[in-house]
């Protein structure tokens, strides 16, 4: 490994660059995930599908970066909690998003793109995936230079288990439960059929350790009886959701739906996080310099939330200027998930456009990622990538990276995937 010169240039880029020499201990991590997992061969014969969940190297990131990250993730979470933020945001959510019962949301993810300019959050998630699959991602790197070797150390090792069971116990507690849960189910639509899947069998085990029964379980398979939830007759204490039906109004939800409401059952993230944080059309809230004033945040908060691009709705009266412009912006459905239908204005045909004035789009000024080099059987590829924060009411829980080619993660790049991340 080389640089030209490191006082000049920052060492993250140098090392993202020009490191390629830490390396992924796929056969090590694939040992702790199925001694971990609830159950074993079917986690290695899952992931023996998945080529490319993880990547082959790690990102670097310049510590003032991630200390950037962190104060965005504090200014949104003041802002979040502001009345008149929440009237805003509340105001286009589903009606559903009007009930309070306390929790704040398990897993959130606050996504980054890295540039010259610093960090800029491009979305928030609430039933952010792959926090376990990271945490043990970040154990399998070997390094075998001196610059490489020094900056894996530093990374913090951390309580990753510790910390996430102080979550749940939280989320339990915040809604007016005295002790922890005996029963959780982890639920998600087909969640066999799911890519995280794996990553369900870590959860369902590490629940497990705490003493709880859990289940992964569809949500057709729940009923609510008797003022409770239940699985195959077994009251349910705690949902973890990994659904992508935000507002419960899909069918098959019905019964998860009605326990919610009723408060019957510990719903975490919930509808309420979502319209409070994931909803994209609180974007525009967010990146509104004139709107952070009027909120509970701190001069340096509204400097922070500069760090979110400027968003607008897509509307029938700036559709035209929109057009004009687009290559300036991407385009994301305000209640999307997992980069499905965004396109880069550059890119985007008449046709695309059609779809986007249908509605519930958002144009957001484009923010470049960052680049990392990777070299794979002896060539060497540009790929992109961003920066998760996995964040507990503001608090980081663990921070990871997502390397791929196109226009948005997809877990189908050679050498791509999931990377931990190294902060120098």
């Not at 009930?99 to 793109?113: E, I, K, S, T």
């Not at 979550?167 to 639509?189: H, K």
Request: glycine residues 8%; charged residues 20%.
């Amino acid at each position: 490994m080389s640089a030209d010169d490191p006082e000049i240039e920052d060492r993250d880029a140098v090392l993202n660059r020009e490191c390629f020499c830490v390396t992924l201990d796929s056969a090590g991590l694939l040992t702790a995930i199925q001694a971990e997992a609830s159950n074993p061969d079917l986690a290695a014969a899952l992931l023996s599908t998945r080529p490319h969940l993880f990547a082959s190297m790690p990102v670097f990131i310049a510590e003032a970066d991630l200390k950037a990250m962190l104060d965005v993730v504090a200014a949104v979470e003041a802002a979040a909690a502001d009345p008149a933020y929440q009237a805003a945001a509340l105001a286009w959510a589903p009606a559903i998003a009007q009930h309070d019962f306390g929790p704040r949301g398990v897993f959130m993810g606050y996504d980054f793109h890295l540039g010259d300019g610093g960090p800029k959050l491009i979305e928030v998630n609430t039933n952010a995936g792959g926090a376990f699959l990271n945490a043990f991602l970040a154990q399998a790197q070997g390094a075998c230079c001196r610059e490489a070797a020094d900056v894996a150390r530093a990374a913090p090792a951390g309580e990753f288990e510790a910390a996430v069971w102080a979550m749940f116990v939280g989320e339990w507690r915040l809604q007016g439960r005295s002790g922890q849960p005996e029963t959780v189910a982890i639920v998600d639509d087909r969640p066999q059929e799911q890519y995280l899947f794996p990553e369900f069998l870590l959860v369902q085990r590490f629940f497990e350790r705490q003493g709880l029964r859990a289940w992964i379980v569809d949500p057709r398979d729940l009923r609510f009886a008797d003022g409770r939830l239940r699985h195959n007759g077994e009251p349910v204490d705690l949902v973890y959701n990994r659904l992508v039906d935000f507002s419960l109004g899909a069918a098959g939800h019905e019964a998860l739906r009605e326990a919610y409401t009723a408060g019957a059952v510990v719903l975490t993230p919930n509808p309420r996080n979502h319209a409070l944080f994931a909803d994209k059309r609180n974007l525009t809230l967010l990146s509104d310099p004139a709107a952070a004033p009027g909120w509970k945040t701190t001069p340096g908060q509204q400097h922070s939330l500069a760090a979110v691009p400027r968003t607008r709705m897509v509307t029938a009266e700036n559709a035209d200027d929109l057009w004009s412009a687009r290559k300036r912006y991407f385009f994301k459905p305000a209640g999307g998930h997992g980069g499905k239908a965004v396109y880069r204005g550059d890119k985007m045909t008449r046709g695309v456009w059609a779809e986007v004035l249908q509605g519930g789009y958002i144009a957001q000024e484009l923010a470049i990622p960052t680049e990392r080099r990777i070299r794979i059987d002896g060539e060497v590829k540009v790929l992109k990538l961003d920066v998760r924060l996995y964040t507990y009411r503001g608090l980081p829980l663990l921070t990871a990276a997502r390397v791929y080619q196109g226009q948005t993660t997809n877990f189908r790049t050679p050498g791509g995937g999931f990377a931990p991340v190294f902060v120098t």
